[in-house]
């Protein structure tokens, strides 16, 4: 089995900064891509940041120059810096990593259980 353990949301006020945390474990023989997803009530789940096992990185537009994601591959924990956070930032956000568990098996998308981020104006 392969879990995915995601600490760091709460209750923040604008401008303020919170670090969320996600770390694999079980059997994982690679992981490629690590990401943050989020989704607000009443709309769809989105990609927030994401990093490849090559270190190359994308992040959506409103998100830019205010969060920075980072990985870990030591301890197959990835993290999302947030700062300057907006009401707007306000939603459960999911850690998604793109894992290899063994050396003949294709790829696959796991989740986390999700962390609640509020942000108050």
């Known amino acids: 089995q392969v879990q995915l353990v995601e600490s760091g949301g709460g209750l923040v006020q604008a401008g303020g900064s919170l670090r969320l945390s996600c770390a694999a474990s079980g059997i994982i023989f690679s992981i490629n891509t690590m990401g943050w997803y989020r989704q607000a009530p009443g709309k769809q789940r989105e990609l927030v940041a994401a990093e490849t096992s090559g270190g190359r990185t994308n992040y959506t537009d409103s998100v830019k120059g205010r969060f920075t994601i980072s990985r870990d591959n030591g301890k197959n924990t990835v993290y999302l810096q947030m700062n300057s956070l907006e009401p707007e930032d306000t939603a459960v956000y999911y850690c998604?990593?793109?894992?290899?568990?063994?050396?003949?098996?294709?790829?696959?998308?796991?989740w986390g259980q999700g962390t609640q981020v509020t942000v108050s104006s």
């Open positions: 998604n990593v793109a894992m290899k568990r063994t050396y003949y098996s294709r790829s696959v998308d796991y």
